[in-house]
């Protein structure tokens, strides 16, 4: 990382805490406590203590709806708004990688390319300079190394439970080259042997099935509260609603239904493997 990035990370990292600082005061002389303030929103006191500790951003719908209780008059929502971006992370998917680092459970369908969390270093460049506009190389490569980072979740002594269904187009792909391909398929190939990681392809050919709106992502917290999270061209949704939750678990159970088992899923990439 050039010591330019470095700065830009460091002044953004104090520009939370200030934020974050602005919110404890105005919170405090509304007379509200972080639990009573996180349970009128439903966001929980523990979020409500991050953000005021700069350790996890403001959203802008939150700090509207703080600024028009606490009688603020605006000034949350000018803050953010005026805080420098976050360098390699679009604030919009902030929120998503705070609660994935934290999840005790990861259910992954993926139809365009091989998850974040499975991606090995130069697949993670190809993607990266397959984006238009065009990052330049010292981007991609700080992209890269964050990616790579997360990987460290599937690592950790007791790692979240994880789920993955991969449609076959995405494994067909040949993103950056051959070499990088192949390399690709054995990391999946080792991955497929890991305890508490379920890893099973979508075939080809099928006549229907259930994840035709795209790819998405099920996490369940410490606490138990399941997520559904969703990107688009240029934002994300992470929805927290159980009766939609609970939607797009319909949706991941008919998935693993209708995608190989994970044994034939091994005999999948095996055959890949082969025909390189």
Do not use: C
């Not at 006549?207 to 992502?217: M, N, S, W, Y």
Request: hydrophobic share 40%; proline share 5%.
């Amino acid at each position: 990382m050039s010591t330019t990035t470095r700065a830009r990370a460091r002044r953004n990292a104090s520009a939370m805490r200030m934020v974050g600082a602005l919110l404890a005061l105005y919170r405090q002389a509304a007379g509200y406590t972080q639990k009573s303030l996180g349970d009128r929103f439903v966001v929980g006191e523990q979020q409500i203590a991050s953000i005021e500790q700069g350790r996890r951003p403001l959203k802008p719908d939150l700090a509207e709806q703080l600024d028009q209780l606490l009688g603020t008059k605006g000034a949350l929502a000018a803050a953010l708004e005026h805080m420098p971006e976050v360098d390699l992370v679009p604030l919009w998917a902030e929120e998503y990688l705070d609660r994935e680092r934290e999840a005790i459970a990861i259910s992954w369908y993926e139809s365009l390319l091989v998850p974040g969390l499975l991606q090995t270093e130069g697949y993670a460049r190809a993607v990266f300079r397959s984006r238009v506009p065009v990052y330049d190389e010292d981007e991609i490569e700080q992209f890269v190394a964050a990616r790579i980072q997360r990987r460290e979740i599937l690592h950790r002594k007791v790692p979240p439970t994880t789920s993955f269904v991969i449609w076959e187009a995405a494994l067909r792909d040949r993103l950056g080259g051959s070499e990088v391909y192949v390399e690709q398929l054995r990391h999946l190939r080792e991955y497929a042997e890991m305890p508490g990681l379920a890893l099973q392809v979508l075939p080809l050919g099928r006549t229907t099935h259930a994840g035709l709106e795209g790819p998405f992502i099920l996490l369940e917290t410490p606490e138990h509260q399941r997520l559904a999270y969703s990107e688009t061209q240029r934002g994300s949704t992470l929805i927290a609603d159980p009766n939609e939750v609970g939607i797009v678990t319909q949706k991941y159970a008919m998935l693993r239904t209708q995608a190989l088992n994970i044994e034939d899923t091994k005999d999948l990439l095996d055959r890949l493997l082969g025909e390189r």
